[in-house]
Structure formats: C-alpha cells, structure tokens
T-cell receptor, first 108, second 113 residues
Framework: DAKTTQPNSMESNEEEPVHLPCNHS???????IHWYRQLPSQGPEYVIH???SNVNNRMASLAIAEDRKSSTLILHRATLRDAAVYYC?????????FGTGTSLTVIP | DVKVTQSSRYLVKRTGEKVFLECVQD?????MFWYRQDPGLGLRLIYF???????EKGDIPEGYSVSREKKERFSLILESASTNQTSMYLC????????????FGEGSRLTVL
C-alpha cells in the first residue's frame, strides 16, 4: 500500500534550490521518513532520513512538518548530477516500499 | 567502499528457461532484498531475507523463488522464465536496524524472448 504521495515530475534550473515535497498523512508516531534517489542506469542510493526534527547532511536537507504529515527534501543548489528520481519512503519493519517517486529534471 | 554486486548487468533468455540472478554483498548485512523495476510501476518488492535460509514474500513473489545459503549471497530464481518477467532486477542489502539505509546493486536487466 502506498503510504506516501509525491508529484510525478519537477524541473529546476541549475544552481537554484529545489524543494521536493512528499505527503504522508497516515504516518504513525514511530515511522521514520527516508529519501532515496536513483540516477539514470543505477540502483537507488540513500539520501537522508529523519523522524521529527529537520535534518541536514552533505547531500541535502530534510524539513519535516510539525504534524509530520508532510516533508520536503531540499537540494540547496541543484546541479546536473542531481537529475534523478527521488523516492520518499516510510519503512515498515525492515521493508522499504518504493513508489514511482518524483523525476527531477535540472535545466542548464 | 561498501558494495552490492549483481552477477550480470544484462541477460537475454528464452521463454521457459531457468534463470539465476546472483547478488553478493560485502558488508556483513543481515537483510537482503530483491526488487523489480518497471516503467510507471516503480520498484516492487519480490522477496526479502532476514537471515541465512530465511525468506519472506514481498508484494509480487509469484513466478520467483529465492535462495540464501550464505549470509553474503542472495539468489533470485525464475524457474520458467516468461516474457512478462522482462524487467530490471535490483538487489539491496541492509542491517537489522529498521531505520538503517539500504545499499543497492547496479541492477540486472533481463530480457525474456
């Protein structure tokens, strides 16, 4: 069952910030929010995860709404290498269910 | 560097053939997963394993079986390949931490003629 909703596609200009939204209105109190991305012709790779507080790492930032029903992955300065499909996932137990994600196009 | 290695990037098989897809990880991970990826459908979980000789069905196990005789190796088996099993197959591994990250292989593109 799909527990997250993401736009099918988004575009961004190179070197501008990108905000990728995800809705997860049925999230439970213990569900972590994970983000992965899949570059062309590669397997998915981990980006970031969080529970309640906003999180930052070298790849991106994760902003989580106060009610936790939505989150936003922020790429601070999009590069052409960031063109990928981005997946927002709520792991259940040890199971990660990927949907179709958001296909990000970066325009030079 | 952590690594999940899938035995073949590209395979072409005929209908009815038995197909083995091998996956090996070098991170001593307990959990291993097989997904297939099709346009418009995203990644769908076929089978996963929490330990040696353990397996659990995912969303779409029909037509597939798996084998995990050693901790580092997880094999996906198509007993009698069919054209609707033409797809990209992705293997992943992870620790027992339910919130830990998954590491994926590069994928195996299978074409069944």
């Amino acid at each position: 069952d799909a527990k997250t909703t993401q736009p099918n596609s988004m575009e961004s200009n190179e070197e501008e910030p990108v905000h990728l939204p995800c809705n997860h209105s049925t999230i439970s109190g213990t569900d972590y929010i994970h983000w992965y991305r899949q570059l062309p012709s590669q397997g998915p790779e981990y980006v970031i995860h969080g529970l309640t507080s906003n999180v930052n790492n070298r790849m991106a930032s994760l902003a989580i709404a106060e009610d936790r029903k939505s989150s936003t992955l922020i790429l601070h300065r999009a590069t052409l290498r960031d063109a990928a499909v981005y997946y927002c996932i709520l792991p259940t137990g040890n199971q990660f269910y990927f949907g179709t994600g958001t296909s990000l196009t970066v325009i030079p | 560097d952590v690594k999940v290695t899938q035995s073949s990037r590209y395979l072409v098989k005929r209908t009815g053939e038995k197909v083995f897809l091998e996956c090996v990880q070098d991170m001593d991970h307990e959990n291993m997963f097989w997904y297939r990826q099709d346009p418009g459908l995203g990644l769908r979980l076929i089978y996963f394993s929490y330990d040696v000789k353990m397996k659990e069905k995912g969303d779409i196990p029909e037509g597939y079986s798996v084998s995990r005789e050693k901790k580092e190796r997880f094999s996906l088996i198509l007993e009698s390949a069919s054209t609707n099993q033409t797809s990209m197959y992705l293997c992943a591994s992870g620790t027992r931490d339910p919130y830990g990250e998954l590491f994926f292989g590069e994928g195996s593109r299978l074409t069944v003629l």
